[in-house]
């Protein structure tokens, strides 16, 4: 495995690649290559970190393992540009931003001269971008197998890199079972609101901004708070932002929190709210947090955009909007309120079954031992083999 998003590093990248690679550990001999300051440690898990997220560095490396390796899983679009390189099979999982804004493909350093220069420095971050794409539409081309997390970044990666829909196979990231609680939600009062998300200044797409104004505008018709979960350097200006809009009382910021606390905030919560706002570079590929929530019972409030739609069944395991801005998430939480009594916690975990970590590791690995067999995405037997509803969606926008 091909890891440079891996704990102790946090979010949605690093969950699945640790998840995956302790499953597919306990079956198989599997080492994972990850970044020098990476390799979270765990029983029976073997790591090599000697990665600097740059191809013309980390190919040595690999290159030099390749010779005892079966088939290789790269964890990043990213190293897809290495398919072809490596000799042995790659399977590549593809999740939003690491293809539609690739950061970890080589380019060349003349670019960087660029960067000096009077009328032009303009152009170089540009032209990395327009090097990186090109590099990986190559590197993907002669991958054995690409993974995309969500029916929504299948749709993308097919058609910004003109990949055959047969090679691909949708795999979707899992929930670990500790999120599976029972819960009673209230019959009334107050409601409480739940977001759970990094809050960096990089990351703003999450839009806890626009949840803050929505707080804001029903905070006269209702008795509402609302518990953010979470750190990063972007709290403080949204701390900020709260006390701006009135609502600094309802509002709790509680930081990152440990496992119990966490599993209890999911707990105490009426509906989990996290409506992105996605643009044509960034994106959430699937969004874990949203199905930690459904597992638990907890209804979701998101915007109908990116992966989310995989996890999220609208009036079924919560609310989908159209738009993300404060009106619409206002809105969308009015249409909770009404129907509230609706979302029955013990239909919306079942939902989530069919997300369990073990799902998604048997899918990885019959792709990887029909690679390691010399064999193509297509005999795995699974890329065919989407759900009803995923194929009639893929077919309404052309896709087969």
């Avoid at 390749?66 to 290789?72: G, K, R």
């Avoid at 029972?182 to 409601?191: D, E, H, I, K």
């Avoid at 404060?326 to 029955?344: H, L, N, T, V, Y």
């Avoid at 239909?347 to 998604?360: H, N």
């Amino acid at each position: 495995m091909i890891s440079t998003e891996f704990p102790p590093a946090i979010g949605g990248m690093q969950v699945m690649a640790f998840n995956l690679a302790q499953g597919l550990s306990r079956r198989h001999d599997l080492v994972v290559y990850t970044r020098g300051n990476q390799g979270y440690p765990a029983p029976g898990l073997s790591t090599e970190p000697v990665l600097a997220a740059d191809i013309g560095h980390d190919l040595r490396p690999l290159a030099a393992a390749d010779a005892d390796v079966d088939v290789w899983l790269a964890m990043n679009a990213g190293y897809g540009a290495l398919a072809g390189r490596l000799r042995k099979p790659m399977a590549v999982v593809c999740n939003g931003n690491d293809f539609l804004t690739p950061w970890v493909i080589d380019y060349p350093r003349q670019i960087d001269l660029l960067e000096g220069k009077p009328h032009v420095w303009r152009y170089a971050h540009p032209l990395r971008q327009a090097w990186r794409r090109r590099v990986l539409r190559e590197g993907l081309s002669r991958a054995a197998a690409v993974l995309p997390i969500s029916e929504h970044s299948r749709n993308l990666v097919v058609r910004r890199f003109g990949l055959g829909i047969e090679r691909t196979v949708i795999v979707h990231p899992g929930v670990e079972d500790k999120f599976f609680q029972t819960r009673t939600p209230a019959a009334g009062g107050t409601l409480r609101l739940l977001t759970v998300s990094r809050l960096d200044t990089h990351n703003r797409r999450k839009n806890v901004d626009g949840v803050l104004r929505a707080v804001g505008m029903l905070r006269r018709e209702t008795d509402i708070r609302y518990t953010v979960v979470g750190d990063g350097n972007d709290r403080l200006r949204l701390e900020a932002l709260a006390g701006e809009l009135g609502i600094g009382d309802v509002v709790d910021f509680t930081g990152r929190a440990d496992e119990a606390r966490l599993l209890a905030a999911y707990r105490d919560a009426d509906l989990f709210v996290l409506a992105g706002n996605a643009s044509e570079t960034d994106v959430e590929g699937f969004g874990i947090v949203y199905i930690e929530a459904i597992a638990g019972g907890v209804p979701v409030l998101c915007s109908r955009s990116g992966g989310a739609v995989d996890a999220v069944r609208d009036g079924e395991t919560g609310i989908l909007i159209g738009e993300s801005d404060p009106r619409s998430i206002a809105e969308g939480i009015r249409r909770f309120q009404a129907a509230r009594s609706r979302f029955e916690p013990a239909r919306i975990s079942a939902y989530a079954e069919r997300f369990r970590w073990g799902a998604a590791i048997d899918r990885v690995e019959t792709v990887l031992m029909s690679l390691a067999r010399g064999g193509a995405a297509r005999d795995a037997g699974l890329s065919a083999g989407m759900p009803a509803g995923d194929a009639r969606r893929a077919e309404s926008v052309g896709m087969t």
